[in-house]
């Protein structure tokens, strides 16, 4: 199978060349040409097999120049008990006491807590194969620019992976205490962690800027090294997230939750478009699903956008307790516009461009009937975000994370005004530890503590659930990266940590 770039459909690649290379050369996204398709039968032989097994089997109908050996090495380092808590890393919970039902899929059992590890955990198996297929003998330096999610469970992915190095800048003032202490303490011989002086958008422009200056690129090469991306527009992070809609249908299938060939719902809480981007992909390949419900926080322009077809990013920036989707541009929307508009690349290409020159554009009637007939967006702010916390903590005796609870409003709003009742499977995305203090502000009436490890302490103690362990360890973790520096200086920390000049 090859892949077009979404602005230019005369770029095809391979899987291996859309893995090594990140973006297309004019600045699109690659997409698959054609989608493999399963039908009943061939959804039931997948939930027949385990979470392994159904990965295998979907990456093999994508990565056409990939060995069996090599796809089956990758997906069975990347999921494993060890790293994912158990046999199943996206397992489905119930909520089937109170007025509304949900299948919460949980996909923050991997080692970060957070649902990037479902993509993170693998991408760096499926890239240093596609970069020696493709870059035979290069070593690949990883440079992450991150707000705290991304940059974590990057580096725990690559961490001791053999043929790459990584690089992570956060601003150093930028991200909570729990994601600056995961960062500082990071094991491996093969990460470096640096704190910039300034926000995310100073540390993504610096990075940025590395990846394409010259000399740098110069002193790379004369080390046999190249740049490569692990960010959420790799086709290589889009890829594992397809995996888990069809699992979770298979385990609710199983569990007899559902029949062969209902449909489903999905809800996603949304903020660079990849995840619920993948259950599209699912629906293409054969898996019924009903509706996406796309929710957002106070930074809600695609609820816009889904309503009004105009996709707008003047708009005021909000700072919320839902900070990974504190985000004005979805970049994997892209995608979507170029397989709603039956791959019209010169029409996305302009999209694109008046979307970088004025901070807007207006889609045709077409594509916004499409996408309104099959979208549903919404949002959420943060005050009802904390309430629907307590809410399902106090009604369901279930507690979420705020990114979590963003997709339950937005689910109830949905029902409420449509009266739609097909099954809902609400993609759950980070652990409730990851944000305690939002999480725990929403749950009790006391004064907080001040110190973030005794919030999740409290939290615990009050809600009588587990801290998961990476976060409990990080106590006594040993901190090793304490390094700041400013954002000219953002060079010269990559050649130092790589040992180059
Ligand atoms: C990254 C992230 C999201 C947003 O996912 P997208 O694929 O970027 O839409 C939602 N919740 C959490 C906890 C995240 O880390």
Redesign the pocket.
Known sequence: MNYNSTRNNSTVVSAAQAIAQGISDEGGLFVPQLLPKYSLEDIKALAAKDYRGRAKKIFADFLSDFTEEEINESVDAAYTAEKFGSDNPAPVSYIENGSTKMSVLELWHGPTC???DMALQILPHLLTKSVKKTYSGKEAVILVATSG?TGKAALEGFKDVKGTKIMVFYPVNGVSPMQKRQMATQKGENVSVVAIEGNFDDAQTGVKKIFTNPDIKAKLAKNNMLFSSAN?INWGRLLPQVVYYFSAYCDMLNEGKINAGDKINVVV????????LASFYAMNMGLPINKFICASNSNNVLTDFIKTGTYDKNRKFYTTISP??DILVSSNLERLLYHLTDGNAQKIADWMAQLSANGKYTVDDDVKEKLTSMFYGGYCDDENTQKTISDMYKNENYLCDT?TAVAINVYQQYVAQTNDTTTAVIAS??SPYKFAKSVLEAVTDEKLPEDEFAMVDELSAKTKTAVPTPLSSLKDAQVRFTFECKVDEMPDAVLDGLKIS
């Open positions: 957070a649902f990037k999610d959420s809480p949304t903020g660079n478009f990849g995840n619920i990974s989707m990114h995305t980070a």
